[in-house]
């Protein structure tokens, strides 16, 4: 299995709250992903990066941030908690022109 | 945005019966993957298709790449009980551009009765 680790693999937050959840590789891979899983939608892309301090959009951006300091971690950072943004989330790695590998997950409700 | 239709949404079937299930999408891709999701885990790679007209073994899993570039199947032969999970089909525009950005299907949850 690669080396992805999520955490907190649960959170609990209130509406307004913000919150960041961490994505740790290590696989010294170049790209990481932040996915949001939501029942009918499958996985969408939120973020991603494509090397230290370099991000990018998904499909699904909007009310979310990222950074990424360090090769092994890339974090998600919600500013200020919505229902609408409770979800599962998923952290992927992939190293050029190779395919992703996800990691466990972390489960965000957002009251 | 491009969008995949990931068909059946969920299938009932009896351990020992074979299993199909389909992508199809609008746009053409480059790859096609297919990843297992087990509860409550992230998704498992479990085959991928990089040529069009591909047809890709892995133990009981069979995929093939359409011709088009806009489809993929995957089959699973002689079911067992641990094929429960929920199946997702993933498209790549470009394995070799920034980002390699997938799209996934809705997925398909399959329930396997001993």
Known sequence: DAGITQSPRHKVTETGTPVTLRCHQTENHRYMYWYRQDPGHGLRLIHYSYGVKDTDKGEVSDGYSVSRSKTEDFLLTLESATSSQTSVYFCAISEWGETQYFGPGTRLLVL | ?114
Do not use: H
């Not at chain 2, 009896?14 to 998704?43: A, H, R």
């Not at chain 2, 479990?46 to 040529?51: G, M, Q, S, T």
């Not at chain 2, 929920?86 to 551009?97: D, K, P, S, V």
């Open chain 2, 1 to 114: 945005g491009q969008q995949l239709n990931q068909s059946p949404q969920s299938m009932f079937i009896q351990e020992g019966e074979d299993v199909s299930m389909n992508c199809t999408s609008s746009s053409i891709f480059n790859t096609w993957l297919w990843y297992k999701q087990d509860p409550g885990e992230g998704p498992v790679l479990l085959i991928a298709l990089y040529k069009a007209g591909e047809l890709t073994s892995n133990g009981r899993l069979t995929a093939q790449f359409g011709i088009t570039r806009k489809d993929s199947f995957l089959n699973i032969s002689a079911s067992i009980p641990s094929d429960v999970g929920i199946y997702f089909c993933a498209g790549q525009l470009n394995r070799e551009t920034s980002g390699s950005r997938l799209t996934f299907g809705e997925g398909t949850q399959l329930t396997v009765n001993p």
